[in-house]
Structures are given as structure tokens and as C-alpha cells.
């Protein structure tokens, strides 16, 4: 079995039923909080994807695309927290 048939028939259906599951969470989570640290894990399997399938296809151009998305996804929870804390002290 080679890198790219492995990846291709475990680590990719692994990676999109735990996207699934995320996805069921944002859909159904219970308070604003919950639903942020699921799109928050979905934003972290979409990296993961990426980073898979640029060494399956050995094209490094989207670790560079994984990287850009991973500052974007961090940048988007430190002012998700931020929010929270404000809200928390005026309440």
C-alpha cells in the first residue's frame, strides 16, 4: 500500500467524518461558545485535509494555504474571545 492509497482510503474519510460530527455540533451545539469551538475545529480539520492532500500530490502550495488559514482561524478565536470577555464584564 503507497503513501497517496492510504491516504486517499483511510486518513481522508477519517478526517471528513470527523468533519461531519463537527458540523452536527455547530448545527445542534447549545450555546454560542460551543458552536465557535466547532467551526473552530472545523477551520483545524480543513487544515488538516490541506496538509494531507499537499503530500499526496506533493504540491507544497497548499501548506502554504494551511498556514494562511490557520492565522486567519487563530486571529477569528482570539477576537471571539475577546468579544466574550467584553460582554461578560458589562453584563
Known sequence: ??????ISWIILPLLGMGMLLT???VVRGPSL?????ALDLMA????AISAVYSV???QPSYLDAAVV?????FLGTVAFAYYLHKRGSNA
Open 23 to 25: 458540523f452536527i455540533r
Open 33 to 37: 461558545p460551543d458552536r465557535v469551538v
Open 1 to 6: 500500500m503507497t503513501l497517496a492509497s492510504y
Open 56 to 58: 499526496a500530490s506533493n
Open 44 to 47: 483545524t480539520f480543513i487544515i
Open 69 to 73: 488559514l490557520a492565522l486567519i482561524t
